[in-house]
């Protein structure tokens, strides 16, 4: 594991606990799965890249367009293959092959992830078959110098 993803999980694992609140990415006081991923880019390099505009709940069925996968292209760079993945890298998962990408997590090991669960909290899960089979997209959070470079810094 490099020194980003040792940052990357440290952070995610702060999280665990947060209430799950729609559209919220607060730590310890609520988020959903993109506001986990908000939050955790905020506190590695501190100001996100692009506000996502309101949401529905059912955005993704609703859309037609594949408006996390799309994003997760613009700041992560090209996905990587669920086989290359390491603890502290991003997860998208669908529900089904004909929807769009709907919930993200980040990966902790090799049995377990860690996502803002609704109606629940922002727990650790095990990552069973029936979630595996779901995972459609996986990135690297970029390193920080990436990021500030980008911005001209």
């Not at 029936?130 to 470079?149: D, G, M, N, Q």
């Amino acid at each position: 594991m490099t020194a980003i993803h040792e940052r990357v999980l440290a952070a995610a694992e702060g999280w665990i606990g947060t209430p799950y609140r729609h559209q919220a990415s607060a730590r310890g006081i609520g988020c959903d799965c993109l506001g986990l991923i908000r939050g955790i880019w905020r506190e590695l390099y501190g100001i996100e890249p692009e506000m996502p505009p309101p949401y529905a709940r059912d955005w993704a069925e609703r859309s037609g367009q594949d408006r996390l996968l799309d994003a997760a292209l613009r700041h992560f760079g090209e996905p990587l293959s669920v086989e290359a993945m390491l603890p502290g890298d991003l997860m998208l998962f669908r529900w089904r092959p004909d929807v769009a990408a709907k919930h993200a997590g980040i990966f902790a090991g090799e049995k377990s992830f860690i996502h803002a669960y609704e109606q629940a909290a922002v727990i650790r899960s095990a990552l069973v078959p029936s979630w595996r089979r779901r995972v459609t997209a996986v990135f690297r959070f970029p390193e920080v110098v990436a990021v500030l470079e980008n911005r001209g810094i």
